[in-house]
């Protein structure tokens, strides 16, 4: 199996950015979907993006479509989450995810989970 470690988090300026990474151990980061959640106090945890295994498929959530780009370096076995143009909606914990077989916008849809990474947006 694989283990998934967030890192990058941090407080930044509404308009600033961020770089989240998610470093991966036990297994190449190459033979799965991976994806990013983010979740607020009392709320569910809620799709960011995705990108496919062979990387031919991403999504994103509406609210960061543009503003948002994730991406993976199967050398360094690490996916990461660059995020521009932040908003004072964005603050959360994010979380990494991956899964061998699956890919999708659900909290189902991926087996592995790292810790998460807070992220906090003033305005």
């Known amino acids: 199996q694989v283990q998934l470690v967030e890192s990058g988090g941090g407080l930044v300026q509404a308009g600033g950015s961020l770089r989240l990474s998610c470093a991966a151990s036990g297994r190449a980061l190459s033979n799965y979907a991976v994806a990013w959640f983010r979740q607020t106090p009392g709320k569910e945890r809620d799709f960011v993006a995705y990108?496919?295994?062979?990387?031919?498929?991403?999504n994103y959530v509406p609210s960061v479509k543009g503003r948002f780009t994730i991406s993976r370096d199967n050398a360094k076995n690490t996916v990461y989450l660059q995020m521009n143009s932040l908003k004072p909606e964005d603050t959360a914990v994010y979380y990494c995810a991956a899964d061998m077989d699956r890919v999708g916008i659900g909290v189902r849809d991926y087996e592995y989970w790292g810790q998460g990474t807070q992220v906090t947006v003033s305005s």
């Open positions: 990108r496919s295994r062979t990387g031919i498929l991403t």
